[in-house]
């Protein structure tokens, strides 16, 4: 006799895919809004070597290019927070493209180095000087940064700043307060009083209004991050947060509380108040978490960082359910830092550029667990096509240090109990279960013989 049992283990149901991935630096904005993404990481050469292009990570191609070998700046490893830098000697290094973007929020780690910043130059790190959009470090006055290269023509050009997380100060041309300091690595976060456009992009120099050597930039740059429109608190934040976990730094506003072991392309979302809020957000441009059941209170967050271990190559059975017979996983994992109860959330999952499918294996799904080790205590949730290569799963409870990493899973289903009984004419109860959470109700065929039953594997 055939007969079917209805194994109803999950309420989830299927979602619409966001309409724009949060792919920018911690999850913030995309290639519409971030303009400009320089990370020194990105580039691949040996150290102490000249530059000649930047490559920019936003999509947009708005690389930082250098043909002059005589004007090229050299690129180090293990500096800032043991990361790379591209370091300018303050003399005759800049990059300089004709580039055109509209710019308003500014971001950079950087470290002004007292060998090479001359005291009678204005150091630009970033900006076009000739229209007064521009970011600079004026050692000319001591701790002074300049946003408005012509304060002199009164051309309204304003910019507010902060250092390392701290609240902005007022909106000026220039300012001291707060100052900056030789040899320290610092994040600085700018905004602009207007959007503005510019033509060219110019890192380490005042051209063309000035000749090269007269005011150079002498010191380390580890990242560059331009948005053509302002950011809410929230969204500032987590962007922050992403740049200190990458690089070691001591904020004020430090949500994340695992850059140790997982503090590469942090994101999250958050709420600094009702009108601040941030609910969308990629990690590695795999990884999304959205639509938080429970961020109703100020100063909630929920960010999440990785190891930067492979994802590319295989599926690994190591510290994997069931010692990886009937659940794979990719070796990197994600830390999750959560301030207050954001509630439940969404994931999304892009599997464009993992390994192909081990055989026998036929679902993706993320896997949440306590302690790290996925062998033992993992809750593995199947995630289901959405559109394209991406996935999802939702309604998640995500704990504060909770690790999640993404697996493969080849379906397996078995009886709980290996017999069961009952008086006629009632019928037995026949428990199972499967070695995963489905998505969806999963409908299993079983079939009984005499006084035995057996099951197809859904």
Do not use: C
């Amino acid at each position: 006799m055939k007969k079917k049992i209805t194994y109803i283990l999950s309420t989830l149901i299927i979602s619409t895919i966001s309409v724009s991935a949060q792919t920018g630096p911690g999850g913030v904005g995309s290639i519409a809004t971030n303009t400009l993404w320089l990370q020194a990481d990105d580039i691949s050469q040996a150290d102490g070597t000249a530059v000649s292009t930047w490559a920019d990570r936003s999509g947009n191609g708005n690389d930082a290019t250098q043909l002059s070998g005589a004007n090229q700046s050299t690129y180090q490893t293990a500096e800032i927070g043991g990361r790379s830098v591209v370091r300018l000697d303050g003399v005759d290094d800049y990059f300089d493209d004709a580039h055109t973007y509209d710019a308003r929020t500014f971001f950079s780690v950087y470290n002004i180095l007292s060998a090479n910043q001359a005291t009678s130059d204005l150091g630009q790190i970033w900006g076009e000087y000739s229209v007064g959009w521009h970011v600079a470090l004026d050692a000319r006055a001591p701790g002074t940064y300049s946003f408005d290269g012509r304060p002199a023509a009164a051309s309204g050009n304003q910019g507010r700043h902060a250092l390392n997380g701290a609240a902005y100060g007022g909106f000026a041309g220039t300012s001291a307060t707060p100052s900056w300091s030789y040899n320290q690595s610092d994040l600085i976060s700018v905004e602009f009083n207007a959007t503005r456009t510019i033509n060219r992009q110019v890192i380490g120099s005042l051209l063309p209004t000035f000749g090269v050597g007269v005011h150079q930039y002498g010191g380390d740059i580890a990242e560059i991050i331009v948005y053509n429109t302002t950011l809410n608190t929230a969204q500032r934040i987590i962007v922050e947060n992403y740049l200190a976990a990458r690089y070691g730094l001591t904020i004020s506003n430090d949500y994340y509380a695992y850059q140790g072991l997982h503090p590469n392309e942090v994101a999250g979302i958050g709420r600094e108040d009702a009108s601040n809020t941030h609910t969308a957000a990629m990690s590695a441009g795999i990884l999304q978490v959205e639509n938080p059941s429970g961020l109703d209170v100020d100063q909630e967050y929920l960010l999440f960082g990785h190891d930067d271990a492979d994802i590319t190559t295989a599926w690994t059975t190591t510290e994997a359910p069931n010692g990886g017979l009937t659940v794979q996983r990719l070796a990197r994992e994600w830390r999750f830092s959560e301030t207050g109860d954001v509630g439940t959330v969404d994931f999304l999952v892009d599997v464009a550029t993992f390994p192909a499918l081990p055989a026998g294996f036929t679902k993706y799904a993320i896997m949440v667990d306590s302690d790290g080790d996925f062998s033992s205590g993992a809750i593995v949730y199947e995630i289901g096509l959405v559109a394209g290569t991406t996935y999802d799963v939702l309604g998640i409870d995500i704990a504060d240090g909770d690790y999640v990493a993404i697996g493969v899973i080849n379906p397996e289903i078995e009886f709980t109990s290996d017999k069961s009984n009952g008086f006629e004419p009632s019928n037995a109860t026949i428990d199972i279960a499967l070695n995963y959470i489905p998505r969806l109700d999963v409908t299993v065929d079983y079939t009984t013989a005499d006084v035995s039953a057996s099951v197809a594997q859904p």
